[in-house]
T-cell receptor, first 114, second 112 residues
């Protein structure tokens, strides 16, 4: 099973709402990632978790708060977002974080902030 | 700073034409190289990867890529494209840390 699942598929939220995106993998991968992809642009890394610890935060605003409750799950908590945060949010996982391992991507959550 | 360049942003081909998409990265060191494809409405899928060894790597669906270290390049090729190859193609490079950087992408449209 090489599947990364993400819920919800679509999310519309107001600027004062609090919501969460969820990502799950059952491949035994120890590294998990959040990316943001704007229309017609490449994915941009937001966060990297390795062995459930945050390894990289690409200077992401604090209105995005990641959480890795266990090795299979990755959440992204959203609060007080701006319309420019509307994008496709992709989760990925890899066996380990370093070289020699490819990432497997989920289908993404399409987020619209109104 | 590390960067990945894809030379062609839009490519239009007829079926059975040959494809070559260019990818260059900013500087050397040990790298992992990837090509991902994103079909319309679908998620990113790995086409092929290079970690070490034979610089000519073969991937899924008849795609191959050649790593030329001296040119910092990893170009994607397919001898004969099909309509179903219409998609966006991303080159990606990992330099050794945990961060993978993607190129801007190439949108390929294959005319039936």
């Amino acid at each position: 099973d090489t599947e990364v699942t993400q819920t919800p598929k679509h999310l519309v939220m107001g600027m004062t709402n609090k919501k969460s995106l969820k990502c799950e993998q059952h491949m035994g991968h120890r590294a998990m990632y959040w990316y943001k992809q704007k229309a017609k642009k490449p994915p941009e890394l937001m966060f990297v978790y390795s062995y459930e610890k945050l390894s990289i935060n690409e200077s992401v605003p604090s209105r995005f708060s990641p959480e890795c409750p266990n090795s299979s799950l990755l959440n992204l908590h959203l609060h007080a977002l701006q319309p420019e945060d509307s994008a496709l949010y992709l989760c990925a996982s890899s066996q380990e974080r370093g070289r020699g391992y490819e990432q497997y991507f989920g289908p993404g959550t399409r987020l619209t902030v109104t | 700073a590390q960067s990945v360049s894809q030379h062609n942003h839009h490519v239009i081909l007829s079926e059975a034409a040959s494809l070559e998409l260019g990818c260059n990265y900013s500087y050397g060191g040990t790298v992992n190289l990837f090509w991902y494809v994103q079909y319309p409405g679908q998620h990113l899928q790995l086409l092929l990867k290079y970690f070490s060894g034979d610089p000519l790597v073969k991937g899924i669906k008849g795609f191959e890529a050649e790593f030329i270290k001296s040119k910092f390049s990893f170009n994607l090729r397919k001898p004969s494209v099909q309509w179903s190859d219409t998609a966006e193609y991303f080159c990606a490079v990992k330099w050794g840390g945990f961060k993978t950087i993607f190129g801007a992408g190439t949108r390929l449209f294959v005319k039936a």
